[in-house]
């Protein structure tokens, strides 16, 4: 089946800095590559996506690169706000398989 | 708010025992999907169902099982409980059932967190 990998488990950056997160998928068929935002005590929160026919993709602070032949993809957020604390997790699907596979998650921490 | 609804949203119960876990899609999605959170073991996903039919299967026990109703609610039922089963369990819907075509997300719940003690 499905392997995604996520790193890094945890992130702290200052206030007003970029963060990266990267995630690694095993099954070259996926073909939908979303992002979510898990707030303590609250269920994922999509907050962009990609799929396999599109590069990079933008929303306000946010952005996802995919790079197909690498089998590998990355959240990018600008200019990062206390509010951007959370778990981040990355999933795939595709390839035939209907239900997402997540990654192990991100804790990010915006430093004052 | 995402508007799948799960109910209830706390429970705690003792082992050996069965629990319901019920969830209620977005008005016009067609496909529930329930995932199990765990701090070792993360997301997983447990089952999904596509119009009142099961359309996929992941990691999920013997001992649990899930059904959608003709209304499009969905139960997900855990029997002989164990400790191993405290977790937190999301339902999730989207319109269609392949995630993987343009257009359809799958958005979550708030999660129903269940403690076996």
């Known amino acids: 089946g499905e392997n995604v990998e996520q790193h890094p488990s945890t992130l702290s950056v ?19 590559f979303p992002w979510y935002k898990q707030e303590l005590g609250k269920g994922p929160q999509l907050i962009i996506d990609i799929r396999s026919n599109v590069g990079e993709k933008k ?15 990355s959240l990018h957020i600008t200019e990062t706000q206390p509010e951007d604390s959370a778990v981040y997790f990355c999933a795939v699907t595709g390839g035939g398989a209907d239900g997402l596979t997540f990654g192990k998650g991100t804790h990010l921490i915006i430093q004052p | ?51 009142g039919e099961e359309r996929a299967k992941g990691n999920i026990l ?10 499009l609610h969905s139960e997900l039922n855990l029997s002989s409980l164990e400790l191993g089963d405290s977790a937190l ?29």
Do not use: M
């Open chain 1, 14 to 32: 200052q206030e007003g800095d970029s963060a990266v997160i990267k995630c690694t998928y095993s099954d070259s068929a996926s073909n939908y």
């Open chain 2, 89 to 117: 369990y999301f339902c999730a819907s989207s319109v269609a059932p392949a995630t993987g075509r343009n257009g359809n997300t799958i958005y979550f719940g708030e999660g129903s967190w269940l403690t076996v003690v």
């Open chain 2, 1 to 51: 708010d995402s508007g799948v609804t799960q109910t209830p949203k706390h429970l705690i119960t003792a082992t050996g025992q069965r629990v319901t876990l019920r969830c209620s899609p977005r008005s016009g999605d067609l496909s529930v999907y329930w995932y199990q959170q765990s701090l070792d073991q993360g997301l997983q996903f447990l089952i999904q169902y596509y119009n």
């Open chain 1, 59 to 73: 929303d306000q602070r946010i952005a996802v690169t995919l790079n197909k032949t690498a089998k590998h993809f």
């Open chain 2, 62 to 71: 013997e001992r649990f099982s899930a059904q959608q109703f003709p209304d």
